[in-house]
């Protein structure tokens, strides 16, 4: 396991000023559930836009109304308009809807990051849904708390897994800006 973005590492600092250069278009799908709300409020933190998709209109009224977002936040009931716009997928949905909701979204993630949350979801599952996106396992081991606590202290641990590095690093560089401390585990574990 390689670990980063440790405070004392220095590297943590790189990522800080990287921040300011990294804006993104975020879509949190599920974002009205436990683990897609804490995320949502999360990554309003930070200088990433986000498009949060919800089902329910009063739950993404709601959640919208709650969170006050660096950058913009956009609420949207179409899983596949949000992705669209998104530069990153986060699927904050139950394990065993992942591929369905996967199918709705295909053709508009070519090429992009779609992060599983599901710490019961093997990478390779979603990689045969989605074979021209970059599959990235994060947030799986922490809690809706931990997420939403998370810019008071950098010290949470937030394990990371995927077989494209450069995705793992732009994975690892958003954690660091919502105030978690990224682990990197190995190309083989994510397997
Ligand atoms: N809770 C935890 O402590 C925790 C920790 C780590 C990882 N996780 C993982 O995070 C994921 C979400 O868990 P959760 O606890 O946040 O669940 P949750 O509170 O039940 O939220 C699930 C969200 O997914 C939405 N959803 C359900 N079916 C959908 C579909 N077919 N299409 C689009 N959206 C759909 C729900 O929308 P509606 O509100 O409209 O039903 C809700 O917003 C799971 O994979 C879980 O294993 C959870």
Known sequence: MHQWGHPDAGL?????????????SIAIIGATGKMGSALTKAIAGTANDLLVMGRDSH??????KSVVARAELIPIHCAKDACWEADIV?????????????????????????????PDMGISLLQ?????????????NNTPAELESAQLNNQTKCNVKGDDKEAVQTVSQLIVSMGLNPVVESIQAAA
């Open 12 to 24: 943590l600092l790189l990522y800080k000023k990287n921040e300011m250069v990294l804006h993104q």
């Open 59 to 64: 739950k993404l009224k709601k959640l919208s």
């Open 90 to 118: 986060i699927l904050a949905v139950p394990a065993n809807v992942e591929t369905e909701v996967a199918r709705k979204i295909k053709d508009v993630v070519t090429q992009k990051i779609v992060i599983s949350i599901s």
């Open 128 to 140: 045969e849904e989605l074979p021209n996106s970059k599959i990235i396992k994060a947030f799986f």
